[in-house]
């Protein structure tokens, strides 16, 4: 049983980066062949994916974000850290790491979510 845990603050101020890490246990991220994203859902919005660090360490990001966006891994500790530049309130939102399975895009282990707030 694969699980993934996210981790980090709460509360981030305007212009501050926001650091993210997602631990996962049960499944390595160097495990082909998986994606490990980062997804995010505002108030009263969608699902919005972020991007995803793949099990070859290779990045990827949506076309909308790619400017403040990076994605790290540590795979001694198997984890992957979303880094997010420039925060603003709208980035306020709840943020999840979620296994995407990479022949077919689906997003088979998710995290519990973390609520980051973007606020002076």
């Known amino acids: 049983q694969v699980q993934l845990q996210e981790s980090g603050p709460g509360l981030v101020k305007p212009s501050q980066t926001l650091s993210l890490t997602c631990t996962v246990s049960g499944g390595s991220i160097t495990a082909s062949y998986y994606y490990w994203s980062w997804i995010r859902q505002a108030p009263g919005k969608g699902l919005e994916w972020i991007g995803y660090?793949?099990?070859?360490?290779?990045?990827y990001f949506s076309p909308s974000l790619k400017r403040q966006v990076s994605i790290l891994r540590d795979v001694s500790k198997n984890q992957f850290t979303l880094q997010l530049e420039s925060m603003t309130p709208e980035d306020t939102a709840v943020y999840y790491c979620?296994?995407?399975?990479?022949?077919?895009?689906?997003?088979?282990?998710w995290g519990q979510g973390i609520q980051v707030t973007v606020s002076s």
């Open positions: 660090i793949a099990y070859s360490g290779n990045t």
């Open positions: 979620a296994r995407e399975v990479a022949t077919n895009g689906f997003h088979d282990y």
